[in-house]
């Protein structure tokens, strides 16, 4: 049940279908006043085709229009205002909530087809930074997202695990590392072997050419270069499932760029039988259309480059998965990136080309700055996590003391904050890293609403709620605004996943939770009257779509905190 939709069909009938329906739901508005009713439908483009006087046909329309959802319709100034049956669409409204649960919100925009979603993707051998963070956390709300509206969500995390860096990174081990140090705290040591190199390189232009050597070495299967590559690659990922794990966060794939190795040929070879490969400057290039410079596919010592092995893992997604859709959760400034890739693709005859998807975001910033691996200048995700629970925990000891299993509170509520403050803005901005702007616990923040959650969980145990379905009469005018936002649900989860944004389901949760806050500061829910069961029942679908709408962000909801 949708009351935008039940007015366009009524009104679509009413105008015996000479106007479309799309247009029609274009046309109506919400009218600035509460008085003017809760939908308003303009007649004056009616006007100039009917030839017929706007107010005219309001009042026509508004004696035609019969639907048990609403009451009544005036004609005003040209205006068809329309007032819902509010007893009736709030017994709706609950009835579908709680007959639905979690599933209220589902849709079949899908149809069953496999989506693939490339997130999260970190480079080995550097520190999972609060850049990737933002991919991380996206990617996953969105494959729930695209789950809920029907699609089969496939996780893959497209792991940087081969380039350049290897290189630099073996040249630096080699004059710099320990293996002692490297093997006790090996992100930490890595990241320091980095940092170093790029010091020393400025000085010394030869360290550029030996890491170019041992990425070569690397390339060609060299017994040292490859024992070296594991390692770095085993520690790495001992480290990021870590955090995964903190983050609640799995995958059903991990092939990442390595894993194209041995399917590049193959793709090179396409690209010659199809003519498509040009030499340039020793390098050989596909060249692209419009204003896109050519795509690079091999250098000139043969080596191969990220853009290739993205061309293979596409070949390879569509042979394995026969996506429909094809997400890849990266930054704006690889924008360039994946309108070559694409474009090669086209080229190659791919109609599945189509279903490509680049989902960029924004740059988490500190102090206004971007954060770079090279200067060592990174805010490290674990850190963060880790500070943000125990920040949790200090505030949820002085908020409820007697509260039991602290720490996994702490922790769900610690992550949660983390999550929220990133999926809450649009992810094409940039956002500022703030520790202290994630973990209030007042404002538009993760705990504002998780804590919304948790007080509806201790009214209903205290009220002794049980459930009960039947009609549902409540006229206090806070409840009423708690039943648009609850009916709006299904509509909001379907735009977030239209525009690939989180974020419409983040300020949705916040608005309900307020709508909520101010119900429970204005009407005695527990007290013991004859609506005592209908209030607690309200409060019960709210924790229902609260925790849907978090669970889709990722986030998790503890009923006491
Ligand atoms: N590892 C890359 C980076 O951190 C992101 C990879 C994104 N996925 C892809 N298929 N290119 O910049």
Same mark, same amino acid.
């Given at each position: 049940?949708?009351?935008?939709?039940?007015?366009? @069909?009524?009104?679509?009938?009413?105008?015996?279908?000479?106007?479309?329906?799309?247009?029609?739901?274009?046309?109506?508005?919400?009218?600035?006043?509460?008085?003017?009713?809760?939908?308003?439908?303009?007649?004056?483009?009616?006007?100039?085709?009917?030839?017929?006087?706007?107010?005219?046909?309001?009042?026509?329309?508004?004696?035609?229009?019969?639907?048990?959802?609403?009451?009544?319709?005036?004609?005003?100034?040209?205006?068809?205002?329309?007032?819902?049956?509010?007893?009736?669409?709030?017994? *709706?409204?609950?009835?579908?909530?709680?007959?639905?649960?979690?599933?209220?919100?589902?849709?079949?925009?899908?149809?069953?087809?496999?989506?693939?979603? !490339?997130?999260?993707?970190?480079?080995?051998?550097?520190?999972?930074?609060?850049?990737?963070?933002?991919?991380?956390? *996206?990617?996953?709300?969105?494959?729930?997202?695209?789950?809920?509206?029907?699609?089969?969500?496939?996780?893959?995390?497209?792991?940087?695990?081969?380039?350049?860096?290897?290189?630099?990174?073996?040249?630096?081990?080699?004059?710099?590392?320990?293996?002692?140090?490297?093997?006790?705290?090996?992100?930490?040591?890595?990241?320091?072997?980095?940092?170093?190199?790029?010091?020393?390189?400025?000085?010394?232009?030869?360290?550029?050419?030996?890491?170019?050597?041992?990425?070569?070495?690397?390339?060609?299967?060299?017994?040292?270069?490859?024992?070296?590559?594991?390692?770095?690659?085993?520690?790495?990922?001992?480290?990021?499932?870590?955090?995964?794990?903190?983050?609640?966060?799995?995958?059903?794939?991990?092939?990442?760029?390595?894993?194209?190795?041995?399917?590049?040929?193959?793709?090179?070879?396409?690209?010659?039988?199809?003519?498509?490969?040009?030499?340039?400057?020793?390098?050989?290039?596909?060249?692209?259309?419009?204003?896109?410079?050519?795509?690079?596919?091999?250098?000139?010592?043969?080596?191969?480059?990220?853009?290739?092995?993205?061309?293979?893992?596409?070949?390879?997604?569509?042979?394995?998965?026969?996506?429909?859709?094809?997400?890849?959760?990266?930054?704006?400034?690889?924008?360039?990136?994946?309108?070559?890739?694409?474009?090669?693709?086209?080229?190659?005859?791919?109609?599945?080309?189509?279903?490509? *998807?680049?989902?960029?975001?924004?740059?988490?910033?500190? @102090?206004?700055?971007?954060?770079?691996?090279?200067?060592?200048?990174?805010?490290?995700?674990?850190?963060?996590?880790?500070?943000?629970?125990?920040?949790?925990?200090?505030?949820?000891?002085?908020?409820?003391?007697?509260?039991?299993?602290?720490?996994?509170?702490?922790?769900?509520?610690?992550?949660?904050?983390?999550?929220?403050?990133?999926?809450?803005?649009?992810?094409?901005? !940039?956002?500022?890293?703030?520790?202290?702007?994630?973990?209030?616990?007042?404002?538009?923040?993760?705990?504002?609403?998780?804590?919304?959650?948790?007080?509806?969980?201790?009214?209903?145990?205290?009220?002794?709620?049980?459930?009960?379905?039947?009609?549902?009469?409540?006229?206090?005018?806070?409840?009423?605004?708690?039943?648009?936002?609850?009916?709006?649900?299904?509509?909001?989860?379907?735009?977030?996943?239209?525009?690939?944004?989180?974020?419409?389901?983040?300020?949705?949760?916040?608005?309900?939770?307020?709508?909520?806050?101010?119900?429970?500061?204005?009407?005695?829910?527990?007290?013991?009257?004859?609506?005592?069961?209908?209030?607690?029942?309200?409060?019960?679908? *709210?924790?229902?779509?609260?925790?849907?709408?978090?669970?889709?962000?990722?986030?998790?909801?503890?009923?006491?905190?």
């Amino acid at each position: 049940m949708n009351l935008r939709n039940e007015l366009v @069909d009524v009104l679509h009938h009413n105008l015996s279908g000479e106007f479309d329906k799309e247009i029609i739901n274009r046309m109506i508005e919400k009218p600035k006043f509460e008085n003017m009713g809760d939908l308003a439908f303009p007649c004056f483009e009616l006007a100039k085709v009917l030839r017929k006087s706007p107010q005219s046909i309001a009042l026509e329309l508004s004696k035609q229009l019969q639907s048990p959802l609403f009451e009544k319709a005036e004609a005003i100034n040209g205006y068809l205002n329309v007032f819902y049956n509010k007893d009736y669409v709030t017994t *709706i409204v609950i009835q579908q909530i709680l007959n639905q649960k979690g599933q209220y919100g589902c849709s079949n925009l899908g149809d069953h087809k496999v989506m693939t979603i !490339d997130f999260s993707s970190p480079n080995i051998a550097k520190p999972f930074s609060m850049g990737h963070l933002r991919s991380t956390v *996206i990617g996953n709300s969105l494959a729930l997202i695209a789950e809920k509206v029907g699609y089969r969500p496939i996780r893959i995390n497209h792991l940087g695990d081969w380039g350049t860096q290897f290189g630099k990174l073996m040249v630096a081990y080699k004059l710099w590392g320990n293996q002692e140090l490297l093997t006790k705290q090996p992100i930490k040591q890595l990241l320091n072997l980095y940092v170093k190199f790029h010091e020393e390189a400025e000085k010394d232009c030869k360290l550029e050419n030996l890491a170019r050597e041992w990425f070569k070495k690397l390339e060609d299967g060299d017994q040292e270069a490859i024992h070296l590559w594991k390692w770095f690659r085993d520690e790495s990922l001992k480290e990021f499932s870590r955090i995964y794990e903190l983050l609640g966060i799995e995958f059903d794939s991990y092939c990442g760029e390595a894993f194209y190795n041995n399917k590049m040929d193959h793709v090179v070879q396409l690209l010659e039988e199809q003519k498509l490969i040009e030499q340039s400057e020793g390098a050989q290039v596909v060249k692209l259309e419009e204003d896109l410079p050519p795509c690079l596919i091999k250098k000139s010592d043969g080596t191969t480059l990220y853009a290739t092995r993205d061309l293979a893992a596409a070949l390879y997604r569509q042979e394995t998965y026969q996506f429909a859709k094809s997400l890849y959760v990266v930054g704006n400034e690889q924008n360039l990136h994946f309108k070559q890739v694409f474009a090669v693709l086209e080229k190659m005859g791919y109609t599945w080309t189509e279903g490509m *998807i680049h989902v960029p975001f924004g740059m988490m910033l500190k @102090d206004g700055k971007k954060m770079s691996t090279r200067k060592g200048k990174v805010v490290l995700l674990e850190e963060v996590l880790y500070d943000a629970i125990s920040l949790a925990l200090e505030e949820i000891k002085k908020k409820n003391p007697a509260l039991l299993l602290k720490d996994k509170v702490a922790r769900e509520v610690g992550v949660g904050a983390v999550i929220f403050h990133d999926l809450k803005n649009f992810r094409k901005n !940039d956002i500022d890293f703030s520790l202290e702007d994630m973990l209030k616990f007042e404002g538009e923040t993760g705990p504002y609403v998780q804590y919304a959650h948790a007080r509806a969980s201790s009214l209903l145990r205290k009220g002794e709620y049980e459930e009960e379905h039947g009609a549902i009469c409540i006229k206090d005018k806070e409840a009423w605004n708690i039943i648009i936002h609850l009916h709006s649900f299904p509509v909001v989860v379907q735009k977030s996943y239209q525009e690939y944004d989180p974020s419409q389901i983040a300020k949705y949760l916040i608005n309900l939770s307020k709508s909520f806050n101010k119900y429970y500061s204005s009407v005695r829910i527990l007290e013991n009257d004859h609506l005592k069961q209908q209030r607690l029942t309200l409060v019960y679908t *709210i924790k229902i779509v609260l925790n849907e709408g978090l669970r889709l962000l990722g986030i998790q909801t503890p009923n006491e905190m």
